[in-house]
Structures are given as structure tokens and as C-alpha cells.
DNA sequence: CTGAAAGCGCTTACAG
DNA sequence: CTGAAAGCGCTTACAG
């Protein structure tokens, strides 16, 4: 009735306090009436002999592993663990376990990373990364695991998306800008498909428009949302004549590659040329200049994620797609 | 024999190739000799049906979950994520789920934390916290779940240890100070009781005894391994007369503090006072002026810290404790 | 090389 | 309010 020496099971809890299994169930879930009396003696053995219930056969008897899957593109850029610890936040009173996983690795395709996680059975995945295709989407949505994204394009059958809003973030400082005078401003952006930087750049030439500044094809950049992309964009950028005056940068990671360019090159920041960032992580209040940037809510991204998850997973909601939208804010520094 | 419209077992693929679910079994294995013609057909059906094996029957039957749990201190300290990103690097090849998290929030207790991580039978666990307790550790390891800690005093009872030569680490800082020609080196470090703190001033010192240099009580303040702390500690060291000339920090986050500190008492650095961090974390390289400080391999130890779970979960090592230790690298920028 | 059968530890109708 | 029994989907001696 009892593991050789290791861990009690149900049986021996049961054994022990006199009653059937089926009433040490009752009591663990609380969901069948037990006399207060019953109730009473098996949490005192629960207690004593230490009891916990195993989470394979609960998950094998439930099809459910109280589990969550949260998938980034880079845990080296510091937004993503802090949405990790805001998905914790919430996860940990529920019972849930989060594991996090990084595809951003050489030979880590998403794919792959997608499969590995499914095959693991978790509840839900919160998608993280941009560099997901409709077919990864599509592959999650099939297997029945509830998904919520950050970000990317809102469709029904995808599911429900947590982002701030990016466009109107960068509108924002593209404005701050134009209000402080600054004239050629050039745009250097992330991976070119990915979505959020599409639409970044749509907020940079709303901002433009809005302006009536004419959209310079030659002042738009894209590379890679890090610091190696961000220098090497600024080199291009910074090269072409008339220099722009002012850098809008995809992240703040691309904004401190190009506070390296022009350190290197002897340009002064804000006065020969401005740039600014997005996301706001710790580094962009440290650097010098400090980083003009737009405050991207991590942690509370990370908290709604989780609670559109467990939500659908208590069944509490059932219905269609939501697209939560989170207020961004602009932070002026020292770089504009 | 098939969920209804759901997922495939393996009682589907056994009939739909016309073998037992033993020979299925033996074929995902590969643990006992099947012939090659029935392995090819049952491989065919596997792929046809898009069988997955159900993690939580296997867990159940094997008593292995597959799964390896990793707590930190603080998500928000860039270090952490860089070892569970070193830890991704050798557990996704072999098929592990890594779940992270943190045990900093408030209302979120170390022992509640392995409580919770335990009561989900994680194969193993790495213990990146300082905060543990003795009592933390020994509930771990009574429990059979595999550990690996990230420092900490080394006892064979206490499992396996992955770090850094911090002492010797913090040394280097200080010799390098005294070569420098500054005079009243001070020390600002994190929580007093936890072991890094207690093996950094260590090395702090040893450097000042090798260099016949008193050591001043009054030149050493402990505090917590934040920002918050590092400004707190440095308010204090700095008001202290004669001045100190130079602060060394127990990371780079209390580092941070202390330039925040300097900033608002209008000192230079390292002309009034010279700073120096632990960690080399990136914003290290990115704030003005640049931090020296000492390049602490987080993703090697992440990785280090994974051979050594896979190698005892394998149980190709079973024998006493391990203490690992890795090289530090002193990284002279121009805070000092 | 292949298979029948037991059993891992739960939960959940179902019956009383 | 309580309990006997089936069954979730695997793995693993054991027998042949």
C-alpha cells in the first residue's frame, strides 16, 4: 500500500485514516461532500505521513499536467524574464508549474522547440517569440493547448494576444521628435518580417504623416532586434548624406548598438544625432546618454497572459478571441 | 483503443501495425532487440497517426518526470536568465522540460517555493537562490530529487557545486585597486548572511592582508545584491570620513546603485572614487562610465550545472559530491 | 524476437 | 456521506 520505503500514496493515507480512497480524493478536491468529521481524521494523516498527490496520475487520469509553457525568442534580452516572472506571478497560487524556453539557439529551430513542448503536454503556451509562422500557430491550435500570444496579427482562430501598443508607442516618441525639432529622422527596426516591427514602422510613418514629413525609404533600416543589429544599422544609417539627425530605434537593445556606432565615429547623442529605444529594460536608464524610450509593461504583460490561460483552462471563458491591448508610456531621457 | 477523436495511445499504433504494445514499446525504447522489419512498420504507423507518447503514463510507471526545476532569486537579475539559458543549451537536446522560478517575490517564500517544486517530483533541481537554508536543502535532498547548487558551502551531504572562484574574483578586483594606487578600498556587499557574500569579502580580504592593509570594519557595510541596496550602501560608505576612494561591490547591480549615489554627490568616478562590480552583467559594459568588474560565466555554469544533473539522473555518476568551480576574468574598464 | 498481463497512483461515474 | 471498481497510457518482468 505504500512505496518500499519512498513516498505514501492515496492508499496508504486512505489505510491509515480508516477510509476508502475515494474519500481521500474527495477531501483533496473538495468537490464531493465529506463529513467534517472524515474530513478532519484524513488531513490530520495527510499531515502526518506527508502526503502529496503524485502529478503523473492526476494528469494521466485528468489530461490535464497543471502545466505552462512560456516560448521566447531570446532570454538574454531582459524583457522576456520579466514577463516570465509576471506569467509567475499569477502561475504559482494556481498550482501551475511554468517552464520557460529559449529558441533563439543555433539549431533550436521553433518548430522544433513547438514540438518538444507539445509533446510534453503542457495546458496552455504563452508564444512569445515573432519569429512564429502561421503554421507553428496553427500546429498549437490543433493540439487542443489553449495559446495566448504577445503580440502578432489578431485572428479568431489564433487565439488571444497580450500586447502593448506599439505603434501608437513609437507615434509617440516619432512626435516627441518632430516637437523638438529634429529633421531627417531615420527608423532602424528588427527582423523585417516579424510583426511588431511592422507595426513599429507603422507608427513611424503615421507619425510622418501626421507631420506632413515625406517617408525616406533610404531612412528606414531593418536588422535584427540586438545590439550587433542595432550598430550595424546604425553604421548604414549614419552613412548616408545629409546624416538623419535622429535614430529611432526597433528596441532598446538596436538603440544601445547604436550609441556604440557613435561613440566610435565621435558623433555627439542627442546633439550631432538623437536616438531613441523601446521597451525601456534597466540598461536604458543606466547608459549615457540615458535612453529617451517607451515604456513596454513586462511584467503586467506577463501577469494578463496568464490570466487569459487560466481562465480558459477553468472554462470560465470559452469564447472567441480576445485581444488585450496595454497602455505604453513615453519616458524622455537624456538621448533626445 | 483510440481517445475518441483525440490522440492516439499506443494501443492504436499496436493495432494499426498489427503488433503487441509491448513490441511498440521496445521499438520507442530501443531497449530490447526488435527485427528490423517489424521496427520500420511500427515507425511508419508512428508517424502516420503522429503518435506522441503520453508523458504522465510514462512518469507514472517509471517514477521519472523528466523534468528539471531551476530556482532563483531574483528573474530580474540578468545573471539568471543567462544560467537558464545555459541550462536550455544541454537539457532540450536530451528531452528535459525546464521550469524556472523565482523566489523572490514577496509572499513567495524559499520553502514554499521548493514545497511546490518538489510536490511536482521534478528529477532535479538547481538551486540558485543563496537564500537556502540548510533545512531547504536537506528537504531536497531527503527526497531523492536530484540537486545542484550554484555555490554555497560545499558538504558532501549537500549534493553537487557549480561556481565561480568568487573569492579569488573579488581578489583580483582588489589587487588591481591597491595597484592603482587607491587607499581606502571599501566593500559593499549583498545580504550578509548569504554565502557569496561571506566568500567575496573573503577575497576582499585576502587581497587587503597580501598587501599588509588593515582591514576596517568600518569600510565594510553589507545590504542585498540590488540596485536599491547598492545606492543604500554607498549613501553610507561615502559619508564615512576620510572618504573612501574606492567601493567594491558584491555584483554589478550593487554597483549600479553606487554610480546612482556618486551621480547625485556630484563625485567622479573613478577620479573622487573608483567603483568596481562582480558579474559583468550587460549593462556593466553599457553604463557610463564602464563598469570594471569580473566576468562571472553564467551560461557556463548553467551548463555545467546540467551535465552534472544528466550525469546522476543517467546514474552514470553516483558517488560523492562535486564541487566544480570555474574561472572568474578580471574586466578592467573605466570605473576604476 | 514477440506478447499477455500486472501495476504505477490517481479520479470519477455509479451504487448504496 | 461513503466505497468498490474501472480505467487513464504507459513499462517491464516474465514466458515463450
Do not use: W
Not at 89 to 97: A, E, N, P
Not at 110 to 118: D, G, K, N, Y
Not at 222 to 237: K, P
Request: with cysteine; proline share 5%; net charge neutral.
Amino acid at each position: 500500500m505504500k512505496e518500499a520505503g519512498g513516498r505514501p500514496n492515496i492508499a496508504a493515507v486512505a489505510a491509515a485514516a480508516g477510509v476508502s480512497v475515494t474519500t481521500v480524493s474527495h477531501v483533496l478536491s473538495g468537490r464531493k461532500p465529506v463529513s467534517a468529521r472524515t474530513k478532519a481524521k484524513v488531513e490530520a494523516v495527510i499531515e502526518e505521513l506527508g502526503y502529496r498527490p503524485n502529478p503523473s496520475a492526476r494528469s494521466l487520469r485528468t489530461a490535464r499536467s497543471e502545466s505552462i509553457a512560456l516560448i521566447v525568442p531570446d532570454l538574454t534580452n531582459p524583457f522576456y524574464p520579466l514577463v516570465a516572472a509576471g506569467l509567475q506571478d499569477v502561475l504559482m497560487s494556481s498550482g501551475y508549474l511554468l517552464s520557460v524556453t529559449d529558441a533563439a539557439l543555433p539549431s533550436r529551430a521553433l518548430p522544433e522547440v513547438v514540438r518538444h513542448v507539445l509533446a510534453r503536454r503542457v495546458d496552455g503556451i504563452v508564444l512569445a517569440t515573432y519569429g512564429a509562422t502561421d503554421n507553428d500557430i496553427d500546429k498549437i491550435r490543433k493540439s487542443g493547448t489553449k495559446l495566448v500570444r504577445l503580440g502578432g496579427r489578431f485572428r479568431a482562430e489564433f487565439g488571444d494576444i497580450v500586447r502593448a501598443d506599439d505603434a501608437s508607442g513609437v507615434h509617440d516618441v516619432v512626435s516627441h521628435l518632430i516637437d523638438r525639432g529634429y529633421q531627417r529622422i531615420a527608423f532602424l527596426n528588427g527582423e523585417p518580417h516579424a510583426h511588431p516591427s511592422q507595426i513599429r514602422l507603422e507608427g513611424y510613418e503615421r507619425a510622418l504623416r501626421e507631420a506632413d514629413r515625406p517617408i525616406l525609404p533610404d531612412l528606414i533600416h531593418s536588422g535584427t532586434f540586438t545590439r550587433a543589429g542595432g550598430a550595424e544599422g546604425a553604421r548604414a544609417l549614419l552613412s548616408r548624406s545629409p546624416r538623419p539627425d535622429a535614430l529611432v530605434c526597433g528596441n532598446d537593445l538596436i538603440a544601445v548598438g547604436a550609441l556604440d556606432v557613435t561613440r566610435q565615429l565621435g558623433l555627439s547623442v542627442p546633439g550631432d544625432v538623437a536616438i531613441t529605444g523601446y521597451d525601456d529594460i534597466e540598461a536604458a536608464s543606466l547608459i549615457t546618454p540615458a535612453l529617451t524610450t517607451v515604456l513596454n509593461p513586462a511584467r503586467e504583460i506577463g501577469r494578463t497572459c496568464a490570466r487569459l490561460l487560466l481562465d480558459r483552462l477553468a472554462g470560465e471563458y470559452d469564447d472567441t478571441a480576445r485581444e488585450i491591448v496595454l497602455a505604453h508610456r513615453l519616458i524622455v531621457r537624456d538621448s533626445s
